[in-house]
């Protein structure tokens, strides 16, 4: 898991260790902590989101589809 993490995904691996919970049927289950590499800074290949993409969404919209009674 941890080669495909970093070899296929292009991903950095910040680790993995065992599970501390038991997997079902005595599987080992364990734990990979990953980080997705930096942008390259062409909008077309970049799916990270960058600051100008996020916007003010306090959740008014939810609030109003229910109703006065959500205040």
């Known amino acids: ?3 495909w993490l970093t070899e296929d995904m292009g991903w950095t691996s ?5 599970s501390p919970i038991s997997g ?5 289950e364990f734990l990979l902590a990953g ?4 942008g390259d800074g ?7 989101i960058g600051d ?7 959740g008014d919209e939810a609030d109003d ?4 009674d959500a205040e």
């Not at 910040?14 to 065992?18: D, F, T, Y």
């Not at 100008?52 to 306090?58: A, E, K, R």
């Not at 589809?65 to 006065?68: A, I, L, P, R």
């Open 14 to 18: 910040l680790g993995m260790i065992p």
């Open 42 to 48: 062409n909008d077309d290949t970049d799916d990270d």
């Open 52 to 58: 100008d993409d996020i916007g003010d969404d306090t």
């Open 24 to 28: 079902g049927d005595g599987n080992e």
């Open 65 to 68: 589809s229910m109703g006065e």
């Open 35 to 38: 980080q997705k590499p930096l």
């Open 1 to 3: 898991m941890e080669r």
